[in-house]
Each structure stands twice: as C-alpha cells, then as structure tokens.
C-alpha cells in the first residue's frame, strides 16, 4: 500500500460522510449541537480539494491539516489530529501491520486531545474496538481486505453499543442520563469512515 491507497480512503470517506450527513445531523441534534454533519460533510469535501490540488505530503496528513484548520467544533480537530498522527506514522510505502500501528496511533492522538476513554460515549468507542480488531487481524496473519473488514464491523458495534450509554464528555454530557438511548454521532461517523476503509481495501 502506499499514499495512493490514503487518496482512495479518504476520497471514499468524503462520499461516505456525504451520504450520511442527514443521519449524522439527526443524531447530532438529538444529543449535540445538530452540525456534525454538516461539519464533516465541508470538512471532507476540503479535503478532496486540497488532495486534488496535489500539495506536497503524505494524503493524511495533508487531509488531517485541512480538518484542523476548516472545521469548527470538536469533530474537526479530533479527527484531523488522528489523521495527521497517521500519516506521520506511514512511511511511502507500508504493510497492513504498519497502517495498523498508524491507526492505533491516531486513536490513541483522539484520546489524549479529547481526554476521554473507550465508555464516555464518544467517537472512541467506534475506534478503540476497530484498533483492536485490527491488530488482531494482524496478527492472525489476515490480509488487508479480512483485516480492514474486521475493523469496520467492530466499529459499527462500537457504535451501536454506544446507544445505551450515558454520556460522560463533549456536549451530549450536558443531558445526563437524557443521553441515553441516542448513538453517538461521533461514533457512528467513526464508523463510516471505517466501512469507507474496508471497502477500499475490499478493491485493492
């Protein structure tokens, strides 16, 4: 793989997060300030215009720059300084095992700047599991395709898992236990941008 392959996820994301901006806004709006949609979908949409001008740098890096410095709210530094992290991590070109390092190092960027963990119903809750299950698949000896599947499904029942929980961080803690029974809709955007890395690698 190499940033070819960066390109092509995040251009699959931008088109994944477009598609579900409604259903993040709804998500947004019942526990948040009703703009996660409408952030990312501009964020990403920002994105595909700084990779198309072909700037110098790795594709994530470049694409996690452009989110910090054009979406407002938590969603835009958190997932830029994930993305950054990532691409600081890649070399030119790299193997399923070392993507998977970058992305644990990206996760772990999220936790430190959102200073939350894994059950404050935040977007970590789609992303600690798709690391893990990532590694896993790693080491297990499976292939990109099987490995990035595993971590798409795990972040989609991260999500899910997120519906009965209270939050404890971001807005969605202002309600208390009203948070409860509402998907976090950082986690479930976490979750789209994992099926946009499966099915990429579904076609590599």
Request: proline share 2%; charged share 25%; aromatic share 4%.
């Amino acid at each position: 793989m190499d940033a070819a392959f960066c390109t092509a996820w995040l251009e699959e994301a931008a088109g994944a997060v477009a598609e579900g901006r409604e259903r993040l806004t709804a998500l947004d709006s019942a526990i948040g300030d009703g703009d996660h949609g409408a952030n990312l979908d501009r964020g990403f949409s920002e994105v595909r215009q700084a990779l198309a001008a072909g700037g110098a740098g790795q594709p994530l890096t470049v694409a996690g720059v452009t989110l910090i410095r054009k979406v407002g709210g938590a969603s835009g530094p958190l997932y830029g300084s994930a993305l950054r992290a990532m691409g600081k991590a890649l070399a030119e070109e790299f193997t399923v095992a070392d993507f998977a390092a970058a992305f644990q190092a990206g996760v772990d960027e999220v936790a430190r700047l959102g200073k939350a963990e894994e059950g404050d119903k935040t977007m970590l809750d789609a992303l600690g599991p798709a690391a893990r299950a990532l590694a896993l698949a790693v080491g297990e000896g499976a292939g990109a395709r099987e490995a990035f599947e595993r971590a798409a499904r795990a972040a989609r029942e991260g999500a899910a898992a997120t519906v009965p929980m209270v939050a404890r961080k971001g807005r969605a803690s202002y309600l208390g236990e009203r948070s409860a029974g509402h998907e976090d809709p950082g986690a479930a955007s976490s979750a789209m941008i994992l099926d946009a890395l499966a099915a990429v690698g579904a076609r590599w």
